[in-house]
């Protein structure tokens, strides 16, 4: 008799998930606030501690922000992106229950003159009601 190919695939998600589930549950970096986890992940990169600044994106993005950061650092760009962030002028809840969260900035020049420039995405991590960033976009 074969063994069930559904069953296998089944039995494969539950253990990813699971795995997912944990990670989520161990990450206590992030803040109670998005406005403290934001905080907190501007600091580090003002001290050019790019491990600790990825650690306060989601789990799956942090080893790619880490190497993005350290590149960023090593190429002398992280003041830009400091003067990028300090430019929020605002941020709002938004979508399933007020568990995610968009800071966003004003474009002064150019095309972005008036505009929404960046947008910076965190969303509540619900295994340990810790706010993480997800994305950080122009």
């Given amino acids: 008799m074969r063994d069930n190919p559904y069953k296998k695939q089944s039995d494969l998600y ?3 998930l699971s795995s997912w589930v ?3 549950k161990q990450d206590t970096y992030g803040g109670d606030t998005p406005q403290e986890t934001w905080d907190m992940f501007v600091s580090a990169l003002k001290k050019g501690d790019v491990d600790l600044a990825s650690k306060y994106f989601v789990v799956e ?3 790619e922000i880490r190497s993005d950061f ?3 650092k090593d ?3 992280i003041p830009t992106f400091l003067d990028d962030f300090s430019k929020i002028e605002g941020g709002t809840y938004y979508k399933n229950n ?3 969260y968009q800071f966003y900035s004003i474009g002064t020049e150019g095309k972005w003159n008036g505009v929404v420039e960046f947008t910076y995405d965190l969303v509540l991590n619900k295994y340990n009601n810790k706010w993480k960033i997800e ?3 122009n």
């Fill in 61 to 63: 993005k942090q080893d």
């Fill in 98 to 100: 007020n568990t995610r």
């Fill in 70 to 72: 350290s590149i960023a």
């Fill in 75 to 77: 190429k002398g760009f």
């Fill in 14 to 16: 539950q253990k990813e």
């Fill in 22 to 24: 944990e990670k989520q």
């Fill in 135 to 137: 994305s950080l976009q």
